[in-house]
């Protein structure tokens, strides 16, 4: 196979799964690791990925770019569904709980309707939706008002006032991105003051964030690493970044996906 060949059968796989590990091309591909790093290099230099530890990602967008709810519920759809899985297990019945915005607690609130004696607090119209189609005499759905993001989140003062007169045993908390040096990250600022106050009035935070998410920047810190009480996230992550997770957070859940 030419190299130009290889680069194009590269950035489709990037494209199709959103990053690939060097180790996994050099054997589906049969050549050096070395040629493949320089694969890598030619792939970045066009724009077209982004190089990280281990590995290739498709190029990411600008800090402030915010793919709405549709576009982003199609992606990692088994990993998400792998991590409420995990998440759902953490809820007692009879707690209070908050659910951020985001296409992964959309996924959580569907089977978080099965648990008796619930009350969800949300800026989330989805979670809110998800709640609402399976209605439970026994739970209790809050949603606040505010302003509309592309996300499908409420933002602003109404949701912020909402927020900090409550208080929740547990925040599941879904991030657009997450690195050492910027911590858990979203594109929208009015999002991050949201989530911020949610931070505030919740006893535990538990974060979901798929593998994609790593080295991901939003420009709005949510919060810093060291904040998340427990981190869910899929065995997509690097060796690297469980470890520099692990160091960070209380506790790191890595689940696999079937």
């Given at each position: ?48 990925i982004d190089k990280v530890h281990g590995g290739a990602t498709l190029a ?199």
């Open positions: 196979m030419l190299a130009q060949q290889r680069q194009s059968a590269i950035l489709e796989l990037i494209r199709q799964r959103g990053g690939v590990r060097v180790s996994h091309l050099v054997s589906r591909f049969g050549v050096s690791d070395m040629t493949i790093r320089r694969d890598l290099e030619v792939l970045a230099d066009r724009g077209l990411g967008p600008g800090s402030t770019e915010e793919p709405g709810f549709a576009a982003k519920s199609v992606r990692q759809r088994a990993e998400k569904q792998a991590i409420v899985a995990r998440a759902a297990g953490l809820v007692e019945p009879g707690m209070a709980v908050a659910l951020s915005a985001g296409t992964t607690t959309a996924a959580l609130a569907a089977r978080l309707a099965e648990v008796r004696g619930l009350t969800v607090v949300t800026n989330s119209i989805p979670v809110a939706d998800a709640l609402y189609q399976n209605p439970r005499p026994d739970q209790t759905v809050v949603l606040t008002g505010g302003i509309r993001t592309p996300s499908d989140a409420l933002t602003g003062p109404v949701a912020e006032a909402a927020i900090a007169a409550l208080n929740v045993d547990l925040l599941f908390l879904g991030v657009h991105g997450m690195s050492r040096r910027t911590g858990f990250t979203t594109p929208n600022l009015l999002e991050a003051a949201v989530n911020r106050r949610l931070i505030g009035a919740a006893r535990r935070l538990v974060v979901l964030a798929d593998h994609t998410k790593w080295e991901t920047i939003g420009i709005a810190t949510i919060a810093p690493l060291g904040e998340a009480d427990v981190l869910v996230t899929d065995a997509g992550l690097a060796a690297e970044a469980r470890r520099e997770l692990g160091e960070q957070v209380g506790e790191l859940v890595v689940v696999d996906v079937g």
